[in-house]
């Protein structure tokens, strides 16, 4: 049993440019480190969701864009047709 606790490796953290044994922090401080990992986490997953968010938002946008654009062509040839009948 001894053999395999030496073979196994340490956990070990850096934290701000320093490295920590886990196995040397207090209760404390691997439940802070566990929130910061976990809301680093939380920052990439939120991060991943916005661009999804940002990239379907460009997607209608650009399908609104194109509709109306649609729409001023269809109103522009409707008056065009009126003028040429001779209309008001």
Do not use: P, Y
Request: aromatic letters at 4%; a negative charge.
């Amino acid at each position: 049993m001894a053999d395999k606790k030496a073979t196994q490796q340490e956990q070990v953290v850096v934290i701000n440019g320093e490295e920590h044994n886990v196995s040397d922090l207090s209760q404390e401080q691997i439940n802070l480190l566990n929130q910061v990992a976990d809301l680093e986490n939380k920052i990439r997953q939120v991060s991943f969701s916005l661009e999804q968010t940002q990239g379907a938002r460009a997607f209608f946008m650009s399908q609104l864009t194109a509709s109306l654009e649609k729409e001023e062509e269809l109103t522009k040839g409707q008056e065009e047709k009126t003028d040429a009948s001779g209309g008001s």
